[in-house]
């Protein structure tokens, strides 16, 4: 196999398993402003894949149908097992 060309460097290389990941500092944000944007950006896509995961679960749909607490708590393990945390509402 040849070598690829690159525009930038190869700064660091990861080895997953069978995998190898390079680097490349051309994609590497640099300042602030560009970091922030990155960030911006993973936020806005975490919440979109997070709140679809909530509108899909049918638990979460009974857990906020539930009419008592005690069907809310019994509901709770279930939520936990599908990835999501509740906190208790404070007054």
């Not at 911006?40 to 919440?47: E, G, H, I, N, V």
């Not at 149908?65 to 709770?76: M, N, S, V």
Request: proline letters at 3%.
């Amino acid at each position: 196999m040849g070598q690829q060309e690159y525009e930038g460097k190869i700064v660091a290389t990861y080895k997953y398993g069978n995998s190898l990941c390079h680097v490349n500092d051309k994609y590497i944000a640099k300042t602030p402003e560009e970091r922030e944007k990155v960030l911006s950006s993973y936020y806005r896509t975490a919440w979109s894949i997070w709140k679809r995961r909530m509108a899909e679960s049918e638990v979460v749909r009974a857990f906020h149908q539930a009419k008592t607490e005690a069907e809310r708590d019994e509901l709770l393990p279930l939520l936990e097992a599908e990835g999501f945390m509740v906190v208790p509402r404070t007054s």
